[in-house]
């Protein structure tokens, strides 16, 4: 059994990694084997921070010999320093999960000898979970930047999700505060695991490579590039590595000083918005373009599609009861799962007001871009609409972006 | 106020379907027979239980509804909700007076409240198959307590079963004293009292302490926020996670 302590380091230093998502695979038990996974993915526990507990999110290692400078584990800091084995790790993963505490492992590491080292050892853990302790449950594992390719495609074959993480949103930046590390090295195997082979048969048929696909995630606020800049990266990773997801996570200073990093933790907001920002990329056919203003920032006043809708008031009011569906995904109040009952019930019945109540619309923000039957119940000026929407009528902004983008929430919590 | 008196079960409902039909009355409330004390205003129907009208009932509704509207007739049962028998017959009345699938009118009343009626069953299934939390017994056997809102029992066994091949478990509503026990292949719901005495396996407490000490590692002090917290994993179910109980 592995000492307490050590796990409390290997998770130390793993927890501001953001990911816990163990959704998008559907790997089958085997019989008398232990696990499978669940497509939308299982949430376990919620830390008091809120964010959900799905994935066991551990490191092997944290004896990196790299010194990212945003990083607690980078080898100049003076912290307690622990590995654990494969062996270890398995166990400790096996007991978990019989217990439902967990749905799988997510193993990361820090730089340990070097990228090969490392990434062979992550590998044989994986490897060892499936083939000694037969385990079914979802697996992702983190990438190594410059480890051998074969040892990348071969954990691409086990495990059901890998990451590497392209850590900052440009090379300027990644230059000045990860020196060890180089985009060459972080992208070349992004490329590697979104080859075509993978995503044709016999491997397509199988579902055997990745299962859950590649996720990447960068810090928020250490560096200079604004939303525009990273959106428009992230639109370009989604089609050219074939992401599922891009993960942001808001810098928080570790125990050090230096001039390169700001002294003060990036605002959660941000953070907030640009998921939200990546949630219209993804689901609601936005453009990165569209999204951000004049100025290349979201505004953290309200959410990025009011504040769209509030550019184009040319284009509003849509009448709910014709509106195609890319129409009435773009109306404030209107979300993914709203639009397609929306599209169900209107077959069956015109709507009134009552009926888009029935079926969860956001009315309180929707009736400025909505008629329904004709009806027109908001308001026109522009000035009352930004007072209205910014939750001038009482209304905190956090909470009122929570009740549109409650799919945001997903995001944190790793349903989808 | 007609109110209609039932056996809680999918004949009971059945049976009062087929009254309501045959006498030309609608109910204004359904409860569960035994579960009201009376006043003198309303005026109450008992209802009997009759196999052979139930399964009339039944195959009219597999007839115009299909298969789906009988199986999720049968999921608003397990609803937790005080008006769950209402809205189940309301579905049920709808579903034979249109003679079709009704389950697409989403803005009309009945059949809203029924959709999220029957959503929040499957939410909180869905929220226990992460929350389930099973202690391992010296026997091998897993146990988990729960209290869960509604009656779901019967939904989270075949999901345990499929991951935990061949490990016997049982989970135990200790709210309404039954028991889904598996032996790793089958399961069967049982009644039971509302504690159980268990023999924990040697290296139960460590791995459960193991799990506590991970739980507050992975929390990341600077972010607290209890009230998302609170949003996405009630106070109410706590005290069966060990993470959460002291
Ligand atoms: S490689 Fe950089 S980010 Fe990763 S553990 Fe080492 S110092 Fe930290």
Known sequence: MIDEKKLVILTEGAKYDVSCSSSGSRRKNKYGEIGNACFAGICHSYTQDGRCISLLKMLMSNDCIYDCKYCINRATNDVARATATPDEICELVISFYRRNYIEGLFLSSAIVKSPNHTMEMLYLTAYKLRKNYHFNGYIHLK????????????????????????????????????????????????????????????????????????????????????????????????????????????????????????????????????????????????????????????????????????????????????????????????????????????????????????????????????????????????????????????????????????TALSALNGEL | MTVFLIEKSIDGLYSALFYAFEQKTMPDAVFERGN????????????????????????????????????????????????????????????????????????????????????????????????IRFKETASGVLYAAYSPDNDITELLCPHFIKRLSCVPFIIHDVKRNKAGVSNGKEYKIMETENKAALNLSEDEKAWENLWKNYYKAVTIKERKNTRQQDNLMPRRYRKFLPETYE
């Not at chain 1, 001039?259 to 990546?278: C, F, G, M, N, V």
């Open chain 1, 143 to 406: 990438g190594i930047p410059g480890a051998d390719s074969a040892l990348i495609e071969a954990a691409g074959l086990i495990v059901d999700r890998m990451s590497f993480n392209i850590e900052l949103p440009s090379e300027t930046s990644l230059k000045l505060l990860a020196p060890q590390k180089n985009k060459t090295a972080i992208v070349s195997p992004m490329k590697t695991l979104a080859l075509d082979k993978y995503y044709e048969s016999p491997y397509k048929r199988r579902r055997d490579f990745l299962p859950a696909g590649q996720t990447t995630q960068m810090i928020i606020g250490a560096s200079p590039e604004s939303d525009a800049h990273i959106l428009k990266l992230t639109e370009y990773m989604y089609s050219y590595y074939r992401l599922k997801r891009v993960y942001y996570s808001s810098y928080i200073p570790t125990n050090f000083e230096t001039s390169l990093l700001p002294y003060s933790p990036a605002p959660k907001i941000r953070e907030h918005r640009l998921y939200q920002a990546d949630w219209l990329l993804r689901y609601y056919g936005f453009t990165a373009d569209e999204i951000t203003g004049k100025d290349g920032n979201l505004s953290l006043e309200y959410d990025p599609k009011c504040a769209w809708a509030i550019r184009h008031m040319e284009l509003f009011p849509v009448e709910v009861n014709t509106a195609p569906l890319d129409m009435l995904l773009r109306v404030p109040g209107i979300g993914v799962r709203t639009a397609s009952r929306i599209l169900i019930a209107r077959k069956h019945a015109k709507l009134d007001f009552d009926a888009l109540k029935r079926l969860r619309v956001v009315l309180k923000r929707a009736m400025h871009f909505i008629t329904c039957g004709g009806k027109f119940i908001g308001s026109k000026s522009e000035y009352d609409l930004s007072r209205l929407l910014a939750g001038g009528d009482g209304q905190n902004m956090t909470q009122l972006s929570m009740f549109e983008f409650d």
């Open chain 2, 36 to 131: 009201i004390c009376n006043n003198f205003t309303d005026k109450y129907i008992e209802i009997m239980t009759e196999k052979e009208k139930s399964r009339r009932v039944l195959t009219a509704i597999k007839k115009y509804g299909g298969k789906s509207a009988a199986l999720y007739i049968e999921i608003c049962l397990l609803s937790g909700d005080e008006n769950a028998l209402k809205i189940a017959f309301d579905f049920a009345y709808l579903t034979l007076s249109e003679r079709r699938d009704v389950s697409g009118f989403l803005a009309n009343r009945a059949v809203s409240i029924f959709y999220y009626t029957i959503k929040k069953v499957f939410n909180e299934r869905h929220r226990f198959f992460g929350l």
